[in-house]
């Protein structure tokens, strides 16, 4: 089985497969984005118009159910930045997509009608199906039907009211390996671009399909189970198992850069009460469908994710990653779990990023629209945006905009897009990444935490924000988590063989694929950037942050423009 191009044209209602151009061959996940994007659309064009297009494409690594490797990759030129736009997520989507032999599905076109469709992929092929009684609903009732009506065994991404309406907080959510609709492509704004195309899902039916070949099974399983003994053997794994992301939350908060009070002070007094051990204390005291360990993926071993219950045991919300408790939580101040996890709940049925939409929420409470720690102000506010009130559309359209409207200097924001739960006056390095990435800020670009240097200290972070940048930018390609490089961090040449054994590539060292691989997708990311009109301005953290001290180290970003400006001087 040979992967092939699906292209869905949403003016036609057509579907139809094509051989791979050779230029795309060696590259599939995040490199393969701003390929396609500079071979077939405008880089000027609306982000909401009919030049557009969707991208759904696997990572390299994707198809065999090898531990965080089959992740899938969701791009096209952002509404919320006006740049390229990869946002990527875990589930089903991007393994059964492999299993139709789909390297790269492309959404194209612009609606004949003001309809509403499913487009559904199998083995014989891709249809456009009537959803127009799907339309409004949140993405838990309307996933509920289509699996009702498509059946269990499906992968399906799909947008809430949000995407529908066109707000460029909106994301694209998918199935988790036990069909919670919890793994949502979140930044960027493609949900709205999904949205353009009339479409409310993709449902991917893989029956009768099959894992790609490998071109070396014997290599495949050597290499395999080096990377599965190398995941299992790095420290670092247990921590996120039994915590998940949430075991950040000291860690940032002990460097003085947790978002608080809408960026305003970098450390929470009240952190105990909704960081990692209060989080697992609390699923574990509540039992019932509560789980501190939950893979998305099917055979993931890391299993990061976790189902949050109610006081009652019932599950509320599946995940509560860090971001979240930074960005609706600390930086709103609202010390309570079960807040937190109500408003998640509320902001994946609308289908809208909950880093974006907590930073808006922090922004409106200095517009006056509400008040820090009032839960209750914050779930009425999304409730003006899932009816789509004047209100509720300025909210759904992120952070940026927030600001603009209500004349807020203090907006957490890069190319338009909120800063993640990483204060970057107090972490450079990922300051720098926030700055320069061609993403907009988005701390998955290259987070810098983890590295053993003074944050504080402006010099060298440029360096250490490009190793990050390539290194995660690979990683993208491949369709790993994260979280997978613990194990290949401890055997880089898992990945040559893993490569090698799937394809029959040679292409040299662990290391330097992930450095091939990272550049190349960094360079195609940035030459439709500039094509599209970006200039070294729009390298550049706010200037508020420049200026304003953050407690209680007072650190402002002082990273010199001239160190940002050579980060991609290589």
Not at 478 to 503: H, M, T
Request: proline share 6%; net charge negative; with cysteine.
């Amino acid at each position: 089985m040979s992967l092939k191009i699906w292209r869905a044209n949403v003016s036609h209602r057509t579907v139809v497969t094509e051989p791979v151009p050779q230029s795309w061959e060696r590259l599939a996940g995040r490199a393969l984005i701003p390929r396609i994007l500079l071979d077939e659309i405008p880089p000027t064009c609306d982000p909401l118009g009919p030049f557009n297009k969707l991208v759904f494409t696997p990572g390299l690594l994707v198809g065999h159910m090898l531990s965080s490797c089959d992740r899938i990759s969701v791009g096209g030129k952002s509404p919320l930045t006006g740049g390229v736009k990869e946002s990527n997520a875990g589930g089903t989507t991007g393994l059964k997509l492999v299993h139709l032999g789909i390297k790269a599905l492309i959404i194209e076109g612009e609606p004949a009608d003001e309809g509403w469709y499913v487009l559904h992929l199998s083995t014989a092929g891709g249809r456009f199906d009537p959803a127009d009684d799907l339309a409004g609903l949140g993405v838990h009732e309307a996933a509920a039907r289509l699996l009702e009506r498509y059946g269990k065994d499906v992968a399906i991404a799909l947008i809430g009211p949000a995407g529908e309406m066109r707000m460029t907080s909106a994301g694209i959510q998918n199935l988790d390996k036990d069909r919670v609709p919890s793994r949502i492509a979140a930044r960027g704004g493609l949900g709205a671009v999904m949205g353009t195309k009339r479409l409310k899902a993709v449902v991917v039916d893989a029956s009768g399909g099959s894992a790609p070949p490998l071109a070396d099974p014997q290599l495949y399983q050597e290499a395999k189970k080096r990377y599965l003994k190398a995941l299992l053997s790095h420290p670092q794994t247990k921590v996120y198992t039994d915590y998940g992301t949430s075991a950040v939350a000291v860690m940032c908060n002990g460097f003085g850069a947790l978002p608080v009070r809408n960026f305003s002070l970098g450390q929470y007094d009240a952190l105990d009460k909704i960081n990692g051990d209060a989080l697992r204390d609390t699923i574990l005291a509540r039992d019932g469908e509560g789980d501190t360990s939950h893979a998305c993926m099917p055979g993931c071993i890391i299993r990061s994710s976790n189902c949050f219950p109610s006081p009652e045991g019932k599950a509320v919300v599946s995940p509560l990653e860090y971001e979240t408790i930074g960005l609706v939580g600390s930086n709103l101040d609202i010390d309570s779990l079960d807040d937190i996890a109500m408003l998640n709940r509320e902001m994946n049925d609308l289908g809208v990023d909950t880093i974006e939409m907590g930073a808006a929420l922090g922004v409106a409470v200095e517009a006056g629209l509400m008040e820090f720690g009032d839960a209750q102000r914050a779930m009425e506010l999304l409730q003006e945006v899932r009816q789509g009130t004047p209100l509720g559309r300025i909210l759904g359209q992120g952070a940026a905009t927030v600001g603009r409207v209500f004349g807020v200097r203090r907006v957490p924001v890069v190319k338009g897009q909120a800063i993640s739960a990483y204060d970057p006056r107090a972490i450079k390095g990922t300051g720098v990444t926030y700055a320069t990435s061609p993403q907009g800020a988005d701390h998955t670009a290259g987070l810098t935490i983890r590295a053993n240097v003074d944050h504080l200290d402006p010099k060298g972070q440029a360096e250490l924000s490009r190793g990050a940048q390539i290194k995660m930018a690979a990683y993208d390609t491949l369709g790993a988590c994260v979280f997978s490089s613990f194990g290949f961090a401890l055997d880089l040449d898992a990945i040559r063989d893993l490569l090698k054994a799937q394809y029959g590539w040679d292409l040299g060292t662990g290391e330097d694929i992930l450095d091939q691989l990272g550049r190349e997708t960094l360079k195609l990311e940035r030459a439709f950037n500039q094509a599209a009109g970006f200039t070294a301005a729009d390298d550049r953290l706010p200037e508020w942050m420049t200026v304003e001290p953050l407690p209680p180290t007072n650190a402002v970003f002082d990273v010199p423009e001239e160190d940002l400006d050579g980060v991609f001087n290589w």
